[in-house]
């Protein structure tokens, strides 16, 4: 079951879900805008292997904005820190950013319970497009679980700005 917006509202009152900074206006019918940080992560390697630590550079997002390639893949990241031990994100494009062209998420944007962290965006260049910092990107929502919680202790907990993988660390 999905939370409505005035239920998500309600819940970062209670401190079951973690936005921070909350802003009252970036709360929409059933989920919460999320704004693009200053940061960007792309890969340099020119084979990347999964086994292997990757290796990266970061782009700080000019105030003229970053234009991406057709084609180019990098990670950007949430402003907000968000999270909940009580329900499970679930971060989503925005569609009117989606309709231009970038894809985000498309794979991965199940959060485990208990995970709180700055969204890592996974962005894909369809077509040439510019991204400005603070612009809103994606969307946040949050679902009701059924059974036991068990929360969320991995590699990627109480990230800040856009991180790399860390597939590696699950060959050793």
């Known amino acids: 079951m999905i939370l409505t917006g005035n239920k998500i509202r309600e819940e970062v009152l209670n401190n079951k ?5 909350f802003r009252e206006q ?3 019918t059933n989920s919460y805008d999320l704004t693009l940080g200053d940061k960007l992560v792309s890969y340099t ?5 999964p086994k292997i630590e990757p290796k990266t550079q970061t782009i700080i997002i000019p105030d003229e904005g970053y234009e991406m390639k057709r084609g180019e893949f990098i990670l950007g990241c949430s402003n ?7 329900y499970v994100p679930i971060v989503h494009a925005k569609s009117s950013i ?4 970038l894809f985000i998420h498309i794979t991965s944007g199940l959060f485990d319970i208990g995970c709180k962290c ?3 965006f996974h962005l894909y260049a369809t077509m040439p497009i510019k991204l400005y910092k603070n612009m809103p990107i994606a969307q946040i929502t949050f679902w009701k679980t059924t059974g036991d919680i068990k929360l969320y202790h991995g ?3 109480n990230d800040l700005g856009p991180v790399a993988s860390r597939i590696y660390k699950d060959f050793k």
Request: hydrophobic residues 45%.
């Open 155 to 157: 590699k990627y907990q």
């Open 80 to 86: 907000e820190f968000v999270g909940s031990d009580f």
């Open 17 to 21: 879900i973690v936005i921070k900074p």
């Open 98 to 101: 989606a309709r231009l062209g």
């Open 26 to 28: 970036a709360i929409t």
């Open 45 to 49: 390697d020119e084979i990347i292997d």
């Open 118 to 120: 700055n969204v890592t």
